[in-house]
């Protein structure tokens, strides 16, 4: 397999979105074929957090709203997170013009401490002690619950609206729907709950997304007021 380039300086080159969703596959299973950087990405090690938990989700989206367009660029934006980066993670272009033509934020509210433990676990054993809660105990589901919503109500503090850009700004909260299970009704009702909560909330963004990661890959639109 031709080795591919994994840096976050190769996730910020604007590509269409179905070249992005390409290159989002092929270096996935790049990754996955090679032990070093399998257990690299499991311990969420730079820049494989980035793709894991921007540069992904965020082709997912572009692929989601613009399809097979190939009239937009999608990348991550330049610079290092958290030093001097221009308020938002991601940009689609306007390829005919080079202008920017929409902004999008995305969040991961994860436990990041227990996910390294997890891939520690998985490189030096193959199996982990985490184990999924049974159908009368949702403390697991409830502490995400919780979390996704604590970090929710930070995220309407920031206005990530920008009135000069066509398709406005997105923000993208992603949901890990790993230890949910959709048969049976308690979790049912958290992921409803979850979806009620975040309606309610003022968040300063055209649009605002939940989008679901893990067993199953959707994306629903958040109706706020």
Not at 162 to 167: F, T
Request: charged share 30%.
């Amino acid at each position: 397999m031709t080795k591919i380039k994994i840096t976050r300086e190769d996730f910020t080159i604007p590509r269409t979105p179905s070249d992005l969703a390409a290159y989002v596959r092929e270096t996935y299973n790049y990754i996955y074929q090679d032990r070093n950087l399998k257990y690299d990405a499991r311990l969420r090690k730079a820049p494989f957090k980035t793709f894991l938990e921007e540069l992904m989700p965020f082709s997912r989206y572009c692929i989601w709203k613009y399809g097979a367009r190939d009239d937009v660029l999608c990348a991550l934006v330049q610079g290092t997170p958290g030093q001097g980066t221009p308020g938002h993670d991601a940009i689609v272009i306007d390829r005919e013009t080079g202008s920017e033509h929409e902004f999008v934020e995305i969040t991961f509210p994860i436990d990041g401490q227990e996910l390294h433990e997890e891939g520690r676990q998985l490189n030096e054993r193959g199996i982990t002690n985490f184990k999924g809660s049974g159908v009368n105990d949702i403390s697991r589901q409830q502490s995400a619950i919780d979390r996704t919503l604590r970090i929710a109500k930070k995220k309407i503090l920031r206005n990530y609206r920008d009135y000069r850009l066509p398709g406005g700004s997105s923000l993208i909260i992603l949901f890990d729907h790993l230890e949910f299970w959709d048969s049976i009704p308690k979790h049912a009702e958290l992921l409803r709950s979850l979806q009620r909560e975040l309606s309610l909330l003022n968040f300063q963004a055209d649009d605002v997304f939940l989008m679901f990661t893990g067993d199953i890959k959707v994306i629903v639109p958040v109706a706020f007021k």
